[in-house]
């Protein structure tokens, strides 16, 4: 089973930007599309944004025109830009293949994920 190791959170203020990334042990091209999720305090864990191996990305409507994400095949590595961020960022953020169905996400397997917190 491919491993995957989030790093890049911290503290940063809003309206600041955070670069995240996400590294896999193996190919992430056999995993396919590749996602990032997040979980703030209290909340469910939910998809941030998703990129499919030929490159094509979607976001949920909090983060769209504010987060990128991208992958590097050869490297094995997904990130996530965060720019302009919000207090209402604030969570622990996971990389994981794109799970369809939330239901599915108690079953899969989450690395430790990286803390981002937006505060002042």
């Known amino acids: 089973q491919v491993q995957l190791v989030e790093s890049g959170g911290g503290l940063v203020q809003p309206g600041g930007s955070l670069r995240l990334s996400c590294a896999a042990s193996?190919?992430?091209?056999?995993?396919?599309?590749m996602a990032w999720y997040r979980q703030a305090p209290g909340k469910e864990r939910e998809l941030v944004a998703f990129?499919?191996?030929?490159?094509?990305?979607n976001y949920i409507v909090s983060v769209k025109g504010r987060f990128t994400i991208s992958r590097d095949n050869a490297k094995n590595t997904v990130y996530l830009q965060m720019n302009s961020v919000k207090p209402e960022d604030t969570a622990v953020y996971y990389c994981?293949?794109?799970?369809?169905?939330?239901?599915?996400?108690?079953?899969?397997?989450w690395g430790q994920g990286t803390q981002v917190t937006v505060s002042s």
């Open positions: 193996g190919s992430i091209l056999s995993i396919g599309t």
């Open positions: 990129v499919t191996s030929s490159g094509i990305r």
């Open positions: 994981n293949r794109h799970i369809r169905v939330p239901d599915a996400y108690k079953d899969a397997y």
